[in-house]
């Protein structure tokens, strides 16, 4: 295990390096200049000498081989550099929308994991009744709604019910504040957006359990198991919902790592100013380093997150074993 832990971190590396090549290259192939654009709201008429000596001042002009060495080196010495855009240091733009960014994701997360497995178990024993038909109607629909979509049904309801029942409307506050300043005023911000997204996530998840269990359901070992006479509560939970699980974890890790960086429309629902907002901002402006450190971000939640799913195998199923 200790082998595999060193050897799945080294190839990190050749991961993320080829990473850094794709989106520095792809962002040279977009049209455009951000001097041009910067200058564009300064009036009618630039100077073609400005333009140049904002490239310069920017190192845009600089060989190809200079700039990437002068990225990636950024990412080993952890200094990010300034924003082409604002001139504020990356780390800083980062920060505070990567801490948003990041309590949604685990809120939803939470939230996936608690309604999609027990429904997603339920359904597999409880399969083409009733209950099985509604739990599948359920998660269709998760799959079938836009997060954004019924975050506005969110905040419509939230205001109706409580104009009806305490006389005036409410809805989620709209200024962000930081878990360790008011950790009730946080929540109570970000559990509407969680819920939205958590939805759809628990939609994904239930029916991959629900085929997960099913599958292993019909194996060897749970007939066996059943004809030594052992309670079937003790068969789901202790042989057939852990085995089941493999595929429900590398849903929800790939899940987590898409919500770090792919809820831009939901952002804006809720007027919360994240990641995904911030991905949007930094390409419409031509910011590049402030877009590459965003991708390269994303690329490394990603990879931890693909290692974190394949320790948890080992913990989930005793025949793996990693060498």
């Not at 505070?96 to 027990?118: D, H, K, Y």
């Not at 989620?172 to 929540?187: C, F, K, M, R, S």
Request: net charge neutral.
């Amino acid at each position: 295990m200790y082998k595999y832990t060193i050897k799945r971190i080294l190839l990190m590396i050749p991961t993320l390096a080829g990473a850094a090549v794709l989106i520095f290259a792809l962002m040279r192939l977009i049209p455009g200049d951000i001097c041009e654009l910067r200058m564009a709201g300064e009036g009618a008429w630039v100077d073609p000498q400005a333009i140049k000596d904002c490239q310069n001042n920017l190192g845009l002009n600089d060989p190809f081989f200079v700039q990437f060495w002068d990225f990636v080196w950024g990412y080993v010495v952890f200094d990010l550099g300034p924003s082409m855009w604002t001139g504020k240091p990356i780390t800083e733009e980062i920060a505070l929308r990567f801490q948003l960014s990041m309590e949604i994701a685990i809120i939803a997360t939470i939230v996936g994991v608690v309604i999609a497995i027990p429904l997603g178990t339920i359904s597999a024993i409880k399969q083409n009744t009733w209950i099985d038909y509604v739990v599948r109607s359920f998660s269709i629909a998760g799959i079938a709604m836009p997060s954004f979509w019924l975050g506005i049904i969110i905040i419509l309801g939230l205001l109706i019910s409580t104009q009806h029942f305490f006389g005036e409307p409410w809805m989620p506050p709209i200024e962000y504040t930081p878990i360790w300043v008011d950790p009730a005023q946080n929540l109570l911000q970000l559990i509407w957006p969680a819920i939205a997204t958590g939805y759809r996530y628990s939609a994904v998840a239930t029916r991959m359990t629900r085929s997960a269990l099913l599958e292993v359901l019909r194996e060897d070992y749970i007939r066996t198991a059943r004809a030594k006479g052992l309670i079937e509560k003790l068969i789901i939970n202790r042989h057939a919902l852990k085995n089941s699980m493999l595929p429900v974890v590398t849903i929800v890790g790939i899940e987590f790592a898409f919500l770090m960086g792919g809820l831009v429309v939901t952002e804006q629902v809720f007027n919360l100013n994240g990641l995904g907002k911030l991905f949007v901002e930094s390409v419409l402006n031509h910011d590049f380093s402030l877009t590459q450190a965003l991708v390269m971000l994303v690329a490394l939640i990603f990879v931890v997150t693909n290692f974190i799913v394949d320790l948890i195998y080992a913990m989930l199923d005793p025949r793996i074993r990693y060498s």
